[in-house]
């Protein structure tokens, strides 16, 4: 199953942006999702899951206390919410179906067999 994310743009430092992941034809109610990015010249980095049942999502340190994830069963939908960016967060950001488990260490996604579309997120002033 390939997710789609989208809601990327550019944005000023400190601004905030709120990333969609979405399905076609698979529901991601209960499906534990994974937030990636990859940099120029950098190896995709897993910075943000969701468990299944909502009540555990992890962080990367380098985004900890900005992004928040969250679900809309209604939509279909999984979020990223992006505050306090800065221009280290600008990126292409994937959303993939990875195990997010307590103590399980987020995914690198490396097991991950196609990666659906990603969005562009630049902060720059």
């Known amino acids: 199953v390939q997710l789609q994310a989208s809601g990327g743009g550019l944005v000023q430092p400190g601004g905030s942006l709120r990333l969609s992941c979405a399905a076609s034809?698979?529901?991601?109610?209960?499906?534990?999702v994974g937030w990636f990015r990859q940099s120029p010249g950098k190896e995709r980095e897993g910075i943000s899951c969701?468990?299944?049942?909502?009540?555990?999502?992890d962080y990367a340190d380098s985004v900890k206390g900005r992004f928040t994830t969250s679900r809309d069963n209604a939509k279909n939908t999984v979020y990223l919410q992006m505050n306090n960016l800065k221009p280290e967060d600008t990126a292409v950001y994937y959303c993939?179906?990875?195990?997010?488990?307590?103590?399980?260490?987020?995914?690198?996604?490396?097991?991950?067999?196609?990666w659906g579309q990603g969005t562009q997120v630049t902060v720059a002033s």
């Open positions: 969701l468990g299944t049942s909502d009540d555990y999502a």
């Open positions: 993939a179906i990875v195990a997010c488990l307590p103590g399980y260490g987020l995914n690198s996604g490396q097991d991950v067999g196609a």
């Open positions: 034809g698979f529901s991601l109610d209960y499906a534990p």
